[in-house]
């Protein structure tokens, strides 16, 4: 059987990267063997995510809605033809701060990725980011947490879940401190396993639609 | 330090008695050490439950609805009689099939805890029961669910979470497969540690109340 060529990803990002530096770590320790990091998008010129990228010698690009004129649809059509220039085959959201409209989870439908720092259908959907949603989890009095990796569909966090890691919540938690743990012992642990799984998935249609 | 005598424990029930089981054989390993069962209370005469109360010696009761002219307050009243009566501290709903109106919750206000088969707050509430709860965590394609002990008000599995265990969801898994596993690895483990815990908290409060 001949060997296939790598899935090619794209991360993009706004912020400080740890969900990217989670995914080339796994790169390297060869967690995932069947995908590679082609290229890094940032709608954040200063995010350190890039230098994560450049550290790594993966290829950035900064695209941003305010160079758009500030419209997500100019935003969107610049992302999508970059993506597409890429042949890019698989796009992970890893901490990336613009919520994507129908008509571009449609262009890559089953073909985005995201994570989210709780179990869904706990603590998701609109409104529901960042420490805010382990602000509601404690609030909420939860003795488990956790996150989830998930297609992105035109739903906030509604797509297909792909996997799930729980986290206990300690005595005395903060926001702060359960966010810390639920990145360390889940959603690092998760998203590259998650990028492995469809890119393998995405290796076995090639060969089927051939 | 004078022994505290242990919480007296009433368990409502309505079938088979799995739940039950698990609190007597805690009670038996000392995994509940300040509780003991004083009570079973089935809403149904022909309830498995009862044999496996009557097994281990402990004192049995039958207060159905169809006795009381069918009116869920009459029902309510004659329980609330008997657990008074036999000076009930602690009320666990073990697969007890009826839902009690605000008043009986607000009669035994963080006395009462119950077993729900999700980690709240998924797949809970009105219409959440039994089965019909894996059914739904299998249709929405999680890969962890578990259980959940709260303390019950007169929210439907809206009360103070005590304790949550999680458990993966295997391929092939059917809602039936699913029910048996979140019983054998959550439900049966954490509903006799939310007893003893409870009870810990119950005799803390008597010692300050006197």
Not at 132 to 158: M, Q, R
């Amino acid at each position: 059987m001949k060997k296939q060529r790598k899935v090619k990803v794209a991360v993009l990002v706004s912020g400080g990267g740890t969900n990217l530096q989670a995914i080339i770590d796994a790169v390297a320790a060869k967690v995932i063997k069947n995908a590679e990091i082609s290229l890094v998008i940032s709608n954040n010129a200063s995010a350190y995510a890039l230098t994560r990228a450049e550290n790594a010698g993966i290829k950035t690009a900064i695209i941003t809605k305010k160079e758009s004129d500030g419209s997500q649809e100019l935003f969107e059509d610049r992302l999508i033809e970059r993506l597409k220039n890429d042949e890019i085959e698989l796009i992970v959201l890893a901490g990336f701060m613009s919520i994507l409209s129908e008509r571009f989870t449609k262009t890559f439908e089953r073909r985005i990725i995201n994570v989210h720092p709780s179990l869904i259908p706990s603590f998701c959907g609109k409104g529901f980011y960042g420490l805010h949603v382990h602000e509601a989890a404690l609030a909420y009095g939860v003795k488990v947490t956790g996150a989830t990796v998930h297609f992105v569909n035109e739903i906030p966090d509604g797509g297909e879940i792909i996997l799930q890691k729980s986290v206990s919540v300690k005595k005395g938690e903060t926001p702060e401190s359960l966010q810390q743990r639920v990145m360390r012992q889940a959603e690092w642990i998760i998203l590259p396993r998650a990028v492995e799984l469809v890119s393998k998935e995405i290796i076995a249609n090639r060969k089927v639609s051939k």
